[in-house]
Nanobody, 124 residues
Framework: VQLQASGGGLVQAGGSLRLSCAASGRTVDSYNMGWFRQAPGKGREFVAAISWSDGTTDYADSVKGRFTIFRDNAKNTVYLQMNSLKPEDTAVYYC??????????????????WGQGTLVTVSS
């Protein structure tokens, strides 16, 4: 599975951005998809995840109610709609794929494939 993330940029606090993650590969529908982020000097943290098969989602508490993960199966693309952005959301955002039997895990070690990351900067 190959993943290509895009959509990052600079936005003011309170603004919105939409990240995209295009997936390719024969067995992409055998994977669930997650978004993670890594702020400067910090570890990589879970943001959200979605099941390709039934659209079930999960979110970190820090983004619940502000971020929405959704997918377009026809385009093999997963999106992360980010609203009401805060300066603490500043990070490099990564999309990743995990085999479906692991569910919507928050564990980075379970994710087998990673995109290249896209930088989101939220100014105050």
């Amino acid at each position: 599975v190959q993943l290509q993330a895009s959509g990052g940029g600079l936005v003011q606090a309170g603004g919105s951005l939409r990240l995209s993650c295009a997936a390719s590969g024969r067995t992409v529908d055998s994977y669930n998809m997650g978004w993670f982020r890594q702020a400067p000097g910090k570890g990589r943290e879970f943001v959200a995840a979605i099941s390709w098969s039934d659209g079930t989602t999960d979110y970190a508490d820090s983004v619940k109610g502000r971020f929405t993960i959704f997918r377009d199966n026809a385009k093999n693309t997963v999106y992360l709609q980010m609203n009401s952005l805060k300066p603490e959301d500043t990070a490099v955002y990564y999309c990743a794929a995990v085999r479906s039997p692991y569910g919507l895990t928050w564990s980075t070690s379970r994710y087998e494939y990673w995109g290249q990351g896209t930088l989101v900067t939220v100014s105050s």
